[in-house]
T-cell receptor, first 113, second 113 residues
Framework: DAGVTQSPTHLIKTRGQHVTLRCSPI?????VSWYQQVLGQGPQFIFQ???????GRGNFPDRFSARQFPNYSSELNVNALLLGDSALYLC????????????FGPGTRLLVL | DAKTTQPTSMDCAEGRAANLPCNHS???????VYWYRQIHSQGPQYIIH???NNETNEMASLIITEDRKSSTLILPHATLRDTAVYYC??????????????FGQGTILTVHP
């Protein structure tokens, strides 16, 4: 089975622009979470979505938003990009149960100039 | 979620067992111990998890002390491809926070020829 896929793999934007990152979960997985990983640090939780509803949010500004589609894929949107938004953005999926393990995609590397 | 403490870095000779410790002295009864690893510039990879019993799978073994305040991840025969950052995470499996993994700094494991 295919794992979690993310697109694009790399992206370069300038300050003030908007970016949309995409994630397709493992087949049968209904929950998607997004993480930001700044260089040299561990991933930080941004959002969790389950059945198209937001079920958790980390300490990130309103410039960050996300949504989940009927096919369980997800988009992460970031408005008014700042230099500090440069990071690896990771998507993770899991089945619906609270006990279920999260599996991560390869990430999207965003560079803001 | 309970906080974890891991050594910053460890070395291991190829073919030997790598034993990675994790302290989680404030863990509560309904929190699981999860281990992930992240090879350079890739998404975190799930390794193993457990509640209170020792666990083993094709990748590793997880030993949890009887008081659950610490655990050890064991890679029985380390290879060069096991060089990575290893994260020990304690996760509450319930409520609205079940989608969130809280990553620390992890342990940089370097396997030497």
């Amino acid at each position: 089975d295919a794992g979690v896929t993310q697109s694009p793999t790399h992206l370069i934007k300038t300050r003030g622009q908007h970016v949309t990152l995409r994630c397709s979960p493992i087949s049968g997985h209904k929950s998607v979470s997004w993480y930001q990983q700044v260089l040299g640090q561990g991933p930080q939780f941004i959002f969790q979505y389950y059945e198209k509803e937001e079920r958790g949010r980390g300490n990130f500004p309103d410039r960050f938003s996300a949504r989940q589609f009927p096919n369980y894929s997800s988009e992460l949107n970031v408005n008014a990009l700042l230099l500090g938004d440069s990071a690896l953005y990771l998507c993770a999926s899991r089945k619906k149960g609270a006990q279920e393990t999260q599996y991560f995609g390869p990430g999207t590397r965003l560079l803001v100039l | 979620d309970a906080k974890t403490t891991q050594p910053t870095s460890m070395d291991c000779a190829e073919g030997r067992a790598a034993n990675l410790p994790c302290n989680h002295s404030t863990i509560s009864g309904n929190e699981y111990v999860y281990w992930y690893r992240q090879i350079h510039s890739q998404g975190p990879q799930y390794i193993i998890h457990g509640l209170k019993n020792n666990e083993t799978n094709e990748m590793a073994s997880l030993i949890i002390t009887e008081d659950r305040k610490s655990s050890t991840l064991i890679l029985p025969h380390a290879t060069l491809r096991d060089t990575a950052v290893y994260y020990c995470i304690v996760r509450f499996a319930g409520g609205t926070s079940y989608g969130k993994l809280t990553f620390g700094q992890g342990t940089i494991l370097t396997v030497h020829p």
